[in-house]
């Protein structure tokens, strides 16, 4: 029996690898042929995790009461994976990485260069004779098992998934899907340990750490990505991993009228009081959509004024031509150090001149003085809330831990509420309310959940004469202003103007040039 030389065995793997991704072959992970009497094929569709290709198939099956999530990924034949190992070996001999340069989020793209620089050396040793896509293919496969998450980093890839779980070794890895809600995969975690080593990884990539007498972690990551981290026995089952997703794209009004989560009536009556820096609550109940409201609230900002968001995760996009600065608050250091709170900022926030200050949400009582001191003192101010309606909304803010005095009220101008049909998962606006002189609320627009539209059900008593106060608009004028807006909604849908920087450049061409964006929008042509 002749064996190969070591030379011609490498070779002959970058051929196979090259040949395995020619023909889109995925056997690692796959649907055994006796099963497939009981399965259901839901959803089939592809994307690229680096350089990897992948392919998802959601389908039922029999005996399951969640549907699956199956994950496909190009194979790597025995051999070649033997030289990958050997280069994994060599790979923490030639690159060293110091304490400071993990702890340091900014050099996160330095450390993966220097890794990406020696594997790609390592594998024009390996594999001379590989192609470019089979080099970027392996570069990406070599990269992920070596700083990221493994099979975890594919998952972080698929835009259609909001959230990945992780619960114990015993189960497979939980994913929810935008469309299909909660969903399990074909991913399995090796050990309890290998589950805690991916989150003291994440850990040292932000500078906290999780141990046994700090067994809890809750943080972001530098790409917006929210984590949260359990330790046994804190997780009765195992340790547990808890990634909830940025969203690759924000949403815009466009994509909520698109979806009908809001009327053009009701959106152009939030642009006409954003326009004239009414403060806004925004409230609802967990996972309505309040912080998706606000960055659609804030795509109506005019571009000459200055912004500044104080959030405790970067979720707030803006236009990038905006005067917008972006704050986050810090947790302590394991010695209970260099806190920096969401109040800290709001009070250095007031030193800033800003125009409009956007808060992620409102918990406390000495965080709703400052913002209801920063309305009195001449700013605008959009903030969130947790609450399932506009009384609701009240009671929270008029009572502990908020505990706000009634009187106070009236600084805010307007609350709108988000609901969530728990049943389907479809989320919608609620309520637009308006809050009176005498701090009675008034609610002016609301939803029919039989039909799903939102409905005029009072006319207003507040809104209109605050901005008649101090505009000098007549009541005609700002009819008509609002009709102006519906037209401008419903031309953004047509052209399908949905990203944020677009419907940005439209907001900021409407403030400095309304009669040329008219013209566009009569002729329904796209704005050049």
């Known amino acids: 029996m002749k064996t190969r030389h070591k030379g011609e065995r490498e070779k002959h793997s970058a051929h196979k690898v090259k040949h395995e991704l020619g023909k889109g072959k995925h056997p690692p992970i796959s649907i055994p042929k006796t099963q497939t009497a009981g399965i259901k094929i839901i959803s089939t569709y592809k994307f690229s995790s680096g350089d990897i290709p992948i392919t998802i198939k959601i389908y039922t099956k029999k005996g399951e009461f969640v549907p699956i999530y199956d994950v496909s990924i190009s194979g790597i034949s025995k051999n070649t994976e033997i030289v990958l190992e050997k280069i ?218 200055r912004v500044i968001s104080i959030e405790d995760t970067r979720e707030i996009r803006l236009p990038k031509f905006l005067h917008w600065i972006p704050m986050i608050t810090r ?25 409009r200050i956007i808060v992620g949400e409102i918990r406390r009582k000495r965080e709703a003085e400052v913002l209801f001191e920063a309305i009195h003192t001449g700013h605008s101010v959009y903030a969130t809330v947790h609450a399932n309606d506009t009384k609701e909304t009240v009671t929270r803010l008029t009572n502990p831990p908020i505990d706000i005095p009634k009187t106070m009220l009236p600084a805010i101008s307007m609350i709108v509420v988000q609901y969530r049909n728990r049943r389907t998962g479809i989320r919608k606006t609620f309520q637009i ?15 029919d959940i039989k039909s799903g539209k939102l409905r005029n059900i009072n006319r207003s008593k507040s809104l209109y004469n605050t901005i008649e106060l101090f505009t000098g608009f007549s009541r005609n004028e700002l009819k008509k202003s609002l009709h102006e807006k519906e037209n401008v909604l419903k031309w953004l849908v047509k052209q399908n103007i949905n990203t944020v920087d677009g419907v940005g450049k439209v907001m900021a061409e409407y403030y400095t040039d309304s009669d040329n964006l008219m013209k566009y929008v009569k002729k329904n042509k796209l704005l050049m």
């Open 88 to 305: 994994m070996e060599e790979l923490t001999t030639q690159v060293t990485i110091g304490m400071t340069d993990i702890l340091n989020i900014k050099e996160t793209d330095v450390i993966e260069k220097k890794f990406t620089m020696a594997i790609g050396i390592l594998l024009n040793k390996h594999f001379p004779d590989a192609d470019e896509k089979t080099v970027n293919y392996l570069k990406s496969y070599l990269t992920q098992k070596s700083l990221g998450l493994g099979s975890i980093e594919i998952l972080m890839d698929d835009t259609s998934l909001e959230e990945v779980a992780i619960n114990c070794q015993e189960e497979p890895v939980w994913v929810y899907h935008i469309k299909y809600g909660w969903l399990k995969t074909t991913i399995m975690m090796q050990s309890e340990e290998q589950i805690r080593h991916y989150a003291a990884m994440i850990g040292r990539r932000i500078g906290r750490a999780i141990t046994i007498l700090e067994p809890l972690m809750d943080a972001h990551l530098a790409g917006g990505d929210r984590v949260n981290a359990t330790l046994e026995p804190i997780s009765v089952k195992g340790n547990t991993i808890t990634l909830r997703k940025f969203a690759a794209k924000p949403w815009t009004i466009t994509d909520f009228i698109k979806s009908e989560t809001i009327s053009t009536g009701a959106a152009a009556l939030i642009w006409l009081g954003v326009q004239f820096e009414l403060s806004t609550l925004i409230s609802g109940g967990t996972a309505t959509g309040k912080t998706s409201m606000l960055n659609v609230v804030a795509n109506f900002f005019p571009p000459n004024q």
């Open 331 to 355: 947790l302590p250091n394991p010695e209970g150090k260099g806190e920096i709170s969401m109040l800290d900022l709001l009070i250095n926030s007031l030193r800033m001149r800003p125009d």
């Open 433 to 447: 309310s308006e809050i009176l002189p005498n701090s009675e609320t008034n609610v002016l627009i609301q939803l």
